[in-house]
């Protein structure tokens, strides 16, 4: 899809239609069930990202955004994107929001989530409590995968 993006869009000089191009075909495709298939390991992240990467260096060239190689960080603000994993970071902790919320209709996950409750009134507390996990198989379950990122942001 992006080769297709490429091939048609090389006139463009709108960041708009650009983005939008990229946004319909080819992310949608990156962040198809984000929230259950999240890859963990290195190889695996660096494979999606270099999709992105390869669209913002074709969107610095085309729409003529000044930036040293290997940084798209202008491209990434011209076109008002963020990177895939801070989208999948989003998207995972917007989901176990909606579940503890009760917007998203679930009972067998949610009665998988732990909580902790202080004995003491404490301040900084993890919300979750992430039983400890012997593999990475076990580890990067979504549930768990969304209450340790819980537990490291302030987003919950």
Known sequence: MLGF???ISSEFNMCSSLKALYCAFVRS???YGVVIWDPQNLRDSCQIERVQRKFLKYASFVLRIDCLP??????LEKLNLETL???KTKANLVFLSKLLSGEVDAPDMLG???FNVPGANFCNFPPFRVPFCATNYLYNEPILRMMTLANGSNYI
């Not at 290997?70 to 491209?75: A, G, R």
């Open 112 to 114: 998988r989530i732990n």
């Open 85 to 87: 994993s801070t989208r």
């Open 5 to 7: 993006i490429k091939r």
């Open 29 to 31: 495709h990156l962040e």
């Open 70 to 75: 290997h940084d798209y960080t202008p491209v």
